[in-house]
């Protein structure tokens, strides 16, 4: 029965970012937009409300200078105004612009909540997925990566929320306004050249930017290798020390940091010569507009509150186009990020449930391999028609040579990938036809290299079972002999163990890993290699442990010591795939093949080290 739905599936490269195309800009774009228009009709309400102050924000901004040209005509000689009309307007001035302060506060305060949901669900959409996807993307994956797609994707999310719905689309929708009123007030001539003068500001800004978003990459770039040298050469400290290699390791760095310093002064530069030409060209715009006013003032067309009305406007649309260049390069950078994120989300996991499949249900706890057959790559078999059973509350170990299947078969049982024919069963069900959640919580593992979050020894054995009380850990770790030292940690049980638990020796990793086991409390248990990273005495510690664990439950031990499988119901030697040899202990070295050979190989080693240690000591 050939495997459901399996293909291969690689990760997509999710190092620096490279630039994408419009299309693809625009599809993340696409993307995002659910994420602004949820379906709670609150949220909904915010957005509506902040588009409203938002508009009430430009025309307030754009109506100020109106207000401003009021004064002004109401202050020059000869007006006829009294003196409190200037007054007034110099009150609605300031009024004004408080007002539009105003709104454009409520507008952040009201859209705050729609724009973190926002990015909120897009983290949390992608995270899901990531621990959705399968192991084998997991394994191809560059390191590092996911985290930083994850990462950079927020970020995006938040720039792009920022910056393009409260910067970029009303700067435009100003500008809109502004060419409008002085349409409507004065001669076509202002409205042109005002336009003119702020097209040719972004056409300017943008033909720049892109031409040096390659000095900014290859900048980030340098940067990235010079923080990754840095980081690797301080996790190796011990190494660098050991072939005194500092000078070396700072050649490294320095050659990275050399790199940046060349990238980062042409960044500069180029940032120098685009802020120098948006300079004139809006010096140019402004001295336009202002001889055209002039010459209005001068013909008695126009009052010197117009001439300073005009030129209001181009300086108020100055402002906010004056960040223009960061604004455009970011945007471009985050729909880049935006649309790496989103297309991981497009992965689809290798290994999915049936619609509809039922949960496992566990009521011996037997598990059978029927006839199967595996392979990572098709140019590569692992397993060839593999088939044994261990019984209910029974032990089978599978013991061979590195590289024969062996963790391959620990794999499959707990489905990360689909077998490529035959069937795997545990009490009679198929495993692709029940959920994999509930096929997991039914497994119970002890690994070789027993990793754990850097958190409290508590976190990490309640880690079995999430809301288990302080009594039922500690019950969890008397059972697995490690609750006297715990106890006697300055922090007890609130002690860190440390990234990847480096602050604990192997044994008592591999003692924290058995505790979450029986606090999980599974009806199977796998242990793969649980021993051979350890000393021979802290090996017979942790089997002992092992043996009183697994009694009564059904048991699968891969194995590379054949010292910690005698006690076995069953042992399967397998080598390239195959079952060479099947029987008990005693059985199988009477036999005085594949596994007997192995046998007195480990013990001639055994004899060897003992010898050694005998004469050191």
Excluded at 137 to 158: D, N
Excluded at 185 to 204: D, G, P
Excluded at 482 to 488: Q, R
Aim: net charge positive.
């Amino acid at each position: 029965m050939k495997g459901m739905g399996r293909e291969r599936i690689k990760a997509p490269k999710l190092g620096p970012a490279s630039e994408v195309g419009f299309r693809q800009e625009l599809k993340a774009v696409r993307n995002l937009a659910p994420y602004l228009w949820p379906p709670d009709w609150g949220l909904r309400a915010r957005v509506l409300v902040s588009m409203l102050f938002l508009v009430g924000a430009k025309l307030i901004n754009v109506y100020v200078p109106l207000l401003y040209k009021g004064a002004v005509d109401a202050l020059s000689p000869g007006h006829p105004a009294a003196i409190s009309v200037p007054v007034a307007l110099v009150v609605g001035y300031g009024i004004a612009r408080v007002g539009a302060q105003l709104f454009a506060e409520l507008r952040d305060a009201v859209f705050a909540k729609v724009g973190q949901r926002a990015v909120r669900r897009v983290a949390l959409a992608t995270f899901r997925h990531l621990h959705a996807l399968s192991l084998r993307f997991h394994l191809e994956r560059q390191t590092g990566g996911l985290s930083r797609a994850i990462e950079r994707g927020i970020r995006g999310t938040e720039f792009l929320l920022s910056y393009m719905l409260f910067n970029v689309l009303p700067t435009l929708f100003e500008i809109l306004l502004v060419c409008a009123v002085l349409w409507g007030f004065y001669e076509a001539s202002f409205a042109l050249a005002t336009l003119a003068t702020i097209v040719a500001y972004i056409a300017f800004t943008f033909l720049v930017t892109d031409w040096r978003i390659k000095f900014r990459r290859e900048m980030n770039e340098r940067d990235s290798e010079a923080n990754t040298k840095a980081i690797d050469s301080l996790l190796n400290f011990e190494t660098v020390k050991y072939f005194a290699n500092e000078a070396h390791e700072a050649e490294r760095f320095d050659k990275a940091l050399r790199a940046y310093e060349r990238a980062a002064v042409k960044s500069q530069t180029t940032l120098s010569a685009l802020n120098i030409g948006q300079g004139v060209i809006i010096a140019t715009g402004l001295v336009t507009v202002m001889l055209l006013a002039g010459f209005g003032v001068a013909r008695g067309t126009m009052t010197v509150g117009d001439f300073v009305l005009v030129n209001s406007y181009l300086v108020q649309l100055y402002s906010p186009l004056n960040v223009l260049g960061m604004v455009y390069r970011n945007i471009k950078q985050s729909l880049t990020d935006l649309e790496s994120m989103f297309r991981l989300l497009t992965v689809r996991p290798e290994i999915e449930d049936r619609p509809g499949a039922p949960p496992l249900r566990v009521t011996l706890g037997e598990i059978s391999f029927d006839r199967v057959s595996f392979r990572y790559d098709p140019r590569r078999p692992i397993l060839h028609e593999v088939s044994f059973r261990v019984p209910p509350g029974g032990t089978v170990a599978i013991v061979g040579p590195s590289g024969a299947g062996k963790s391959t078969i620990a794999r499959l049982l707990f489905r990360f990938y689909d077998v490529d024919g035959g069937a795997i069963r545990i009490d009679g069900q198929d495993l692709r036809a029940v959920t994999q959640d509930s096929l997991r919580r039914a497994i119970g593992v002890v690994p070789q290299d027993t990793v754990l979050f850097n958190d409290t020894v508590r976190y990490n054995i309640a880690y079995g079972r999430p809301g288990a009380s302080d009594a039922e850990i500690e019950e969890a770790a008397r059972h697995a002999r490690i609750h006297d030292f715990v106890a006697a940690l300055p922090d007890g049980y609130q002690s860190q163990v440390g990234e990847r638990g480096l602050k604990l020796s192997g044994g008592e990793k591999q003692r924290v890993a058995i505790a979450r086991v029986i606090l999980k409390g599974p009806r199977i248990l796998i242990f793969d290699e649980a021993t051979s990273a350890l000393d021979t005495k802290t090996e017979q510690e942790i089997q002992a442990n092992l043996d009183e664990v697994s009694a009564g439950r059904t048991t699968l031990v891969i194995a590379h010591r054949l010292s910690t499988v005698v006690k076995a119901d069953e042992i399967l030697v397998l080598d390239q795939g195959r079952i060479v040899e099947r029987g008990d202990h005693a059985s199988l070295l009477a036999r005085g093949g594949v596994y007997a050979a192995m046998w007195a190989r480990q013990q001639q080693e055994a004899d060897e080290r003992a010898a050694t240690l005998a004469v050191a000591e």
